[in-house]
C-alpha cells in the first residue's frame, strides 16, 4: 500500500525555520517524481518544490527560491522540505506528493500526483 505520512509543520515566528519530513511506504521515492505543496483556504494547490522524474533536478517556486531546500534520503526512504526565513506568507497547509512520471512542462500541476501525504500546517506568526 502506498502511502506518504507527513511531519514537522507548527508555528514559528518570522525569521523562523522549520524542516517537514514526507516518510514514504509501499514504493520507493528514488523512482518518482516528488513535490511539495501548499494550499491556503480558498486558493488552489501551489507548487513550492519539486524533483523531477526524468533527471533528479531540483526546482524551487519564485517565491520560496533561496529560502526553502528540498532533499531525499534514499536510504531512509524519506523526503524533507528545509525553510527557513519563514515569512508570514508562508503560512499554509503543506503537502508532499509523489508520482510514477509527470512531465516537465506538467510538474507544477497538483492534478498530475497521485499520492499525497495528509497534510502538515506552518503557521508563521510573531
Known amino acids: 500500500q502506498v502511502q506518504l505520512v507527513e511531519s514537522g509543520g507548527g508555528l514559528v515566528q518570522p525569521g523562523g525555520s522549520l524542516r517537514l519530513s514526507c516518510a514514504a511506504s509501499?514504493?520507493?521515492?528514488?523512482?518518482?517524481?516528488l513535490g511539495w505543496f501548499r494550499q491556503v483556504p480558498g486558493k488552489e494547490r501551489e507548487g513550492v518544490s519539486l524533483?523531477?522524474?526524468?533527471?533528479?533536478?531540483?526546482y524551487y517556486g519564485d517565491s520560496v527560491k533561496g529560502r526553502f531546500t528540498m532533499s531525499r534520503d534514499d536510504a531512509k526512504n524519506t523526503m524533507y522540505l528545509q525553510m527557513n526565513g519563514l515569512k508570514p506568507e508562508d503560512t499554509a497547509v503543506y503537502y508532499c506528493?509523489?508520482?510514477?512520471?509527470?512531465?516537465?512542462?506538467?510538474?507544477?500541476?497538483?492534478?498530475?500526483?497521485?499520492?499525497w501525504g495528509q497534510g502538515t500546517q506552518v503557521t508563521v506568526s510573531s
Open positions: 506528493a509523489a508520482d510514477t512520471f509527470v512531465p516537465i512542462w506538467t510538474m507544477w500541476d497538483a492534478s498530475e500526483y497521485d499520492y
Open positions: 509501499g514504493f520507493t521515492l528514488g523512482n518518482y517524481a
Open positions: 524533483i523531477s522524474s526524468s533527471d533528479g533536478s531540483t
